[in-house]
């Protein structure tokens, strides 16, 4: 298996991730509730950074732009055309409640990124398929 391929299972194994601990925390007793969820904050942003990540490698194989932020990322991204407006503003909300979840605690900002990744994985899953669809060398 070349490393493309491997990243794209990556990103598959990652996303498929989500849902999971989701259903789990929706069916669990309500003692493991909270530490079901800060499991599900950690998988969120696991599969962010091997989202952003992809995004990084389509634009090098397709476009040629290289880029080492996140916020470059998606900021380049947007001008392919491929995500709209309203896609870039979730992504840059993505961004920001990453950034939350990783430098800061506070529990009330945990609870609000823990039900912001429903939308989350939405969006990662629906821009992976268009990147799928789109892919000029079927590099993702």
């Known amino acids: 298996m070349d490393q493309l391929s491997i990243k794209k299972q990556q990103l598959e194994d990652a996303l498929a991730s989500l849902p999971e601990i989701l259903a789990l925390v929706e069916n ?17 942003e696991c599969c962010y950074d091997v989202f952003w990540k992809s995004i990084k490698t389509f ?17 380049e991204f947007e ?6 407006s309203t896609e870039f503003t979730q992504l840059m909300k993505m961004n920001e409640d990453r950034n939350l ?40």
């Open 59 to 75: 634009l090098v194989r397709n476009y040629g732009i290289v880029i080492a932020s996140p916020r470059g990322v998606f900021s």
């Open 79 to 84: 001008k392919t055309e491929l995500i709209s």
């Open 28 to 44: 669990a007793p309500k003692i493991y509730v909270f530490p079901l969820q800060q499991a599900a904050i950690q998988r969120f």
């Open 101 to 140: 979840s990783t430098h800061t605690y506070h529990e009330d900002t945990a609870m609000d990124i823990f039900c912001a990744i429903p939308t989350h994985y939405k969006l990662m899953r629906d821009l992976t398929t268009r990147m799928s669809n789109n892919n000029k060398e079927e590099q993702l």
